[in-house]
């Protein structure tokens, strides 16, 4: 069972534009999310994070928006560049019973391309 | 200050062998975590560890890995009698210490093709 779906394989937008990533959860009990951002031969790298407790983070030109009502999220690139070209993951925690959101339910990414 | 290290890079093993995967985390970082992603799939978590203790396997496979953390040197996952759907890149990632995901910092990764 997939608790985490990117739904999107891929992506492909024209630099200078708006990228939008989404991301849809089953657990109700997630209450933070994550993107990285992966390229190849690389390991993640933490992009934005978003408690459930807010509905957006921005950071430069990213931003997060989480409905909770509809268990979605999505990230807003803008203006894209052709170095954002990559593997985007959402990723989502739990609190567990001692306070801890360790443990990162992944999705299975999406791939960007930004064209020049 | 180094990154989180992961060696080999490509581990090619036949049927039947053992893998050995090593991650050293970042300097200051004691608390080290396992990923594991399929072809195809996003990264699956496998098992936390700190110095010497084993936190949370709730990821692992009941069978054949194992994973540790010793007072010196690395983390080790160990595979024992690969089979072919072992065959996955598995990331490390550690952190200073028991709280915010994000603050996770992951590896170049290991890429194990079993034969």
């Known amino acids: 069972d997939q608790q985490v779906k990117q739904n999107s394989p891929s992506l492909s937008v024209q630099e200078g534009r708006i990228s939008i990533l989404n991301c849809d959860y089953t657990n109700s009990m997630f209450d933070y999310f994550l993107w990285y951002k992966k390229y190849p031969a690389e390991g993640p790298t933490f992009l934005i994070s978003?408690?459930?407790?807010?509905d957006k983070n921005e950071d430069g030109r990213f931003t997060v928006f989480l409905n909770k009502s509809a268990k979605h999220l999505s990230l807003h690139i803008v203006p894209s560049q052709p170095g954002d070209s990559a593997v985007y993951f959402c990723?989502?925690?739990?609190?567990?019973?001692?306070?801890?959101?360790?443990?990162?339910?992944f999705g299975k990414g999406t791939l960007l391309t930004v064209n020049p | 200050n180094a990154g989180v290290m992961q060696n080999p890079r490509h581990l090619v093993r036949r049927r039947g062998q053992e893998a050995r995967l090593r991650c050293s985390p970042m300097k200051g970082h004691s608390h080290v975590y396992w990923y594991r992603q399929l072809p195809e799939e996003g990264l699956k978590f496998m098992v936390y560890l700190q110095k010497e203790n084993i936190i949370d396997e709730s990821g692992m496979p009941k069978e054949r890995f194992s994973a540790e953390f010793p007072k010196e040197g690395p983390s080790i996952l160990r595979i024992q009698q690969v089979v072919r759907g072992d065959s996955a890149a598995y990331f490390c990632?550690?952190?200073?210490?028991?709280?915010?995901?994000?603050?996770?910092?992951f590896g170049p990764g290991t890429r194990l093709t079993v034969l």
């Open positions: 990632a550690s952190s200073p210490r028991q709280i915010n995901y994000n603050e996770q910092f």
């Open positions: 978003i408690s459930s407790i807010k």
């Open positions: 990723a989502a925690s739990a609190r567990n019973s001692g306070g801890s959101n360790y443990k990162l339910t």
